[in-house]
Antibody
Framework: EVQLVESGGGSVQPGGSLRLSCAAS????????MSWVRQAPGKGLEWVAT????????YYVDSVKGRFTISTDNAKNLMSLQINSLRAEDTAVYYC???????WGQGTTVTVSS | QAGLTQPPSVSKGLRQTATLTCTGN????????AVWLQQHQGHPPKALSY???NRPSGISERFSASRSGSTASLTITGLQPEDEADYYC???????????FGGGTKLTVL
């Protein structure tokens, strides 16, 4: 079964850091473009970052450039999102998705509050 | 990073047909087509259609996607109570190299 499972969310203070993970099963993650998408409470979906197959190119929404880093670990079939310098407006459920957007994880919640 | 345009809400009666629209430009929908997602409250998004209107396995044939130029459409026939949800469209913008999303359409089944 093709599946994505996120982990690593939590509550942090402004300026803090977290590392989100997305474990893939049923397919080889490195063969696909993969993305992170977030959803703030009561809001719509917002694309955050995408990594091309093989990790050669990475793309980010302007608001996270320089603070977020997307990466993959092919040996573990795992994608990660390192999020630094967290702001209140980063509070959201973070989803990983295969980049045809056909497969989604269940999400992990990040709360940034003092 | 401009998004795609969706009507905020659509209301239709039980067993009727709803057509949801999503407007982009030549660099996103006009070039790559759109993905359609369904999201029920408190649940993750679920793909209804992706890449050239392919329907994932397990998705009802009542859901069908199409495209005309830079506007994508999702048609839902024989509306059921469980179709009441938020529907999002998304597309890869080949010039901006970003995924763009619509603001979502809340479908109400009367």
């Amino acid at each position: 079964e093709v599946q994505l499972v996120e982990s690593g969310g939590g509550s942090v203070q402004p300026g803090g850091s977290l590392r989100l993970s997305c474990a893939a099963s049923g397919f080889t993650l490195s063969a696909y473009w993969m993305s992170w998408v977030r959803q703030a409470p009561g809001k719509g979906l917002e694309w955050v970052a995408t990594i091309k197959e093989g990790g050669s190119d990475k793309y980010y929404v302007d608001s996270v450039k320089g603070r977020f880093t997307i990466s993959t670990d092919n040996a573990k079939n795992l994608m990660s999102l390192q999020i630094n310098s967290l702001r209140a407006e980063d509070t959201a459920v973070y989803y990983c998705a295969r980049s045809t957007m056909d497969v989604w994880g269940q999400g992990t919640t990040v709360t940034v509050s003092s | 990073q401009a998004g795609l345009t969706q009507p905020p809400s659509v209301s239709k009666g039980l067993r009727q047909t709803a057509t949801l629209t999503c407007t982009g430009n030549d660099n996103n929908i006009g070039n790559q087509g759109a993905v359609w997602l369904q999201q029920h409250q408190g649940h993750p998004p679920k793909a209804l259609s992706y890449r050239n209107n392919n329907r994932p396995s397990g998705i009802s044939e009542r859901f069908s996607a199409s495209r005309s130029g830079s506007t994508a459409s999702l048609t839902i026939t024989g509306l059921q109570p469980e179709d009441e949800a938020d529907y999002y469209c998304s597309a890869w913008d080949t010039i901006l190299t970003v995924w763009v999303f619509g603001g979502g359409t809340k479908l109400t089944v009367l």
